[in-house]
């Protein structure tokens, strides 16, 4: 089910399914500015990311000595049991709760609640997590919206860059061919940029861990700038797309996938958030659109 929210700027369409952002358009033009998806290139569109983000060693991790699988970015991604709920015209909320089912892979009791709320050009993306369980849960949450570049078809994907507020030369840790973290970082940014071009991710994912930056604005080098995303509840960042492909992804994460030395225990694992019983977290991300 797709549910609508829209004011008198923008109308943004959310699946049921995973809680998926799928479409932001602007009332004034009807541009679209997220990538609609491909199967022949990349099928989704703005994953929610949680419990884990990115991939873990095997696809496995353990707690308490017992072994758990999860996929690549958790299990909200694709998930049919989500439940929608239209709040307003405005803002609507979706939610997953623990069940036999996440308890084979993932075991604490918890809810997950992600919200979509519209003020004026701005999409508000927030996140509510209960630990309900007597242990303390470990968990991440993020986001993964990917962003139509380029905008026109008479525009060139080099003709862009995001620019890192705040960041003048962070280094971006590279992912190995299992796609755990390794300690190398490479450096992309000039002058608090990345420009886009075709090679950029031809190693995956531009990870940053512990930034310092908390908005990414994505700008054409002559028109000026399309939309920016403000993170200051998360602590690390991804930016990727698929090889030579028309979009960008800016991620907003609390955590990231597995570093090369891991010791696989969910309880060690780096980046990974803790909530002690009966606490709630709460973190939200805001799309701008310019």
Request: hydrophobic share 35%.
């Amino acid at each position: 089910m797709i549910h609508t929210i829209e004011n008198e700027k923008l109308t943004v369409r959310i699946d049921t399914t995973g809680a998926e952002l799928a479409s932001i358009k602007t009332k004034k033009d009807n541009r679209e500015f997220l990538w609609q998806g491909d199967p022949a290139i990349w099928a989704s569109q703005a994953p929610v990311l949680f419990p884990i983000i990115g991939g873990l060693k095997n696809g496995t991790y353990t707690y308490k000595e017992k072994n758990y699988s999860l996929p690549k970015h958790g299990f909200i991604r694709y998930n049919k049991n989500v439940i929608g709920i239209q709040n307003s015209k405005t803002k609507a909320s979706f939610s997953l709760s623990s069940s036999e089912e996440t308890m084979s892979s993932y075991p604490f009791k918890f809810s997950f609640t992600i919200s979509f709320e519209l003020i004026d050009n701005q999409i508000i993306v927030s996140h509510t997590i209960e630990n309900k369980d007597s242990e303390t849960m470990f968990f991440s949450v993020g986001g993964h919206p990917a962003f139509n570049c380029p905008l026109d078809p008479s525009e060139k994907y080099e003709d862009y860059y995001i620019s890192l507020e705040k960041t003048k030369n962070p280094k971006s840790y590279v992912l190995n061919d299992q796609g755990l973290i390794s300690k190398n970082t490479i450096s992309i940014i000039d002058d608090y940029k990345i420009w886009l071009t075709n090679t950029l991710f031809d190693k995956d994912a531009l990870i940053f861990k512990n930034i310092n930056a908390k908005k990414a604005t994505l700008i054409h080098k002559t028109n000026g700038p399309v939309l920016s995303v403000d993170f200051k509840d998360f602590s690390d960042l991804g930016i990727w797309a698929k090889h030579q492909s028309p979009y960008v992804c800016i991620e907003p994460w609390l955590g990231y996938a597995d570093v090369e030395e891991t010791t696989q225990n969910i309880e060690e694992k780096e980046g990974i958030q803790k909530l002690k019983k009966e606490e709630i977290h709460k973190s939200n991300y805001t799309i701008t659109i310019i």
